[in-house]
């Protein structure tokens, strides 16, 4: 992959439509409820992958210690 300067990422933004990324919900989101039932599952399976990654990470180093 080609690097990426900040000058390119700069010009990228202040082209076009303002703004980054645009995101459009699929479920309704009326309440803070509703948000937070959205928003947990994806942060929970972030987080279980982390564990796991971390985990993995701790034994191959302790593999190589021993």
């Known amino acids: 992959?080609?690097?990426?300067?900040?000058?390119?990422?700069l010009r990228y933004h202040a082209e076009g439509r303002p703004g980054k990324i645009e995101v459009i919900p699929t479920k309704p989101y009326r309440t803070q409820r509703d948000l937070a039932l959205a928003i947990v599952l994806v942060l929970l399976n972030?987080?279980?992958k982390l564990k796991k990654t971390l985990?993995?990470?701790?034994v191959t180093q302790v593999?190589?210690?021993?």
């Open 63 to 66: 593999k190589e210690i021993l």
């Open 1 to 9: 992959m080609a690097k990426i300067s900040s000058k390119d990422a």
């Open 46 to 48: 972030h987080v279980l």
């Open 55 to 58: 985990q993995m990470l701790i």
